[in-house]
């Protein structure tokens, strides 16, 4: 049996693995949905952290991909909400907002990969399986002050427990010009 199809062995028959994507984005919901059911999975949508948590204790998926940045939350305070409930999931936080601070924090809460977006079928199966791509390139060139600047914000923002006015606060600026920051993505470097 291959990994791709990551089934599970039952005593008396094959069980089907459950997915949750939970992610605020229902056309890459549906579009990942779909892939993963075309290779064995028994897969549910979720598009706000109501729906998960509803989804989580009715559905009992063994594997979860999160979206960090959903319209009404932040992706990190479900992970041990969802952990509570299914204490043996493996959970996968997907982003576009990538930050260093961000994915220490999802692993410290208990989530066993993180990915940035775009991520296909094969990266998210190959996280779930812990493989991936471990060869990190080493560049010896300096990261720029816009990248700092998203990172130190992304630490800040985690340190305030995600509340943009403490963070604004603590940053010593408005809280309308942090909210446009983080509206932006990051910079690569």
């Known amino acids: 049996m291959s990994t791709c199809q990551l089934m599970t062995q039952d005593t008396s028959n094959e069980k089907t693995v459950r997915l949750l994507v939970i992610d605020d984005d229902p056309v890459f919901t549906q579009v990942l949905a779909r892939a993963l059911s075309k290779r064995g999975f028994d897969v549910r949508e979720a ?39 299914l204490p043996t ?11 260093i601070a961000t994915a220490v924090q999802a692993i410290k809460l ?12 094969d990266d998210i199966l190959a996280a779930f399986e812990g493989r991936g791509n471990n060869a990190v390139e080493v560049v010896d060139l300096p990261v720029s002050v816009s990248r700092l600047e ?6 800040i923002l985690i340190e305030n427990d995600g509340n943009i006015s403490a963070t604004a606060r603590a940053l010593g600026m408005h809280r309308r010009t942090l909210q446009r920051k983080l509206q932006k993505r990051p910079v690569r470097r």
């Open 47 to 85: 598009h706000d952290a109501a729906q998960a948590m509803v989804l989580a204790e009715s559905f009992r998926p063994e594997r979860i991909t999160l979206d960090l940045k959903m319209a009404d939350s932040s992706g990190l305070p479900l992970i041990p909400r969802l952990l509570d409930i």
């Open 89 to 99: 999931a493996n959970i996968v936080l997907l982003t576009g907002y990538s930050s």
């Open 110 to 121: 208990g989530a066993i990969n993180y990915l940035c977006k775009p991520a296909n079928t």
């Open 150 to 155: 998203w990172e130190h914000i992304q630490k």
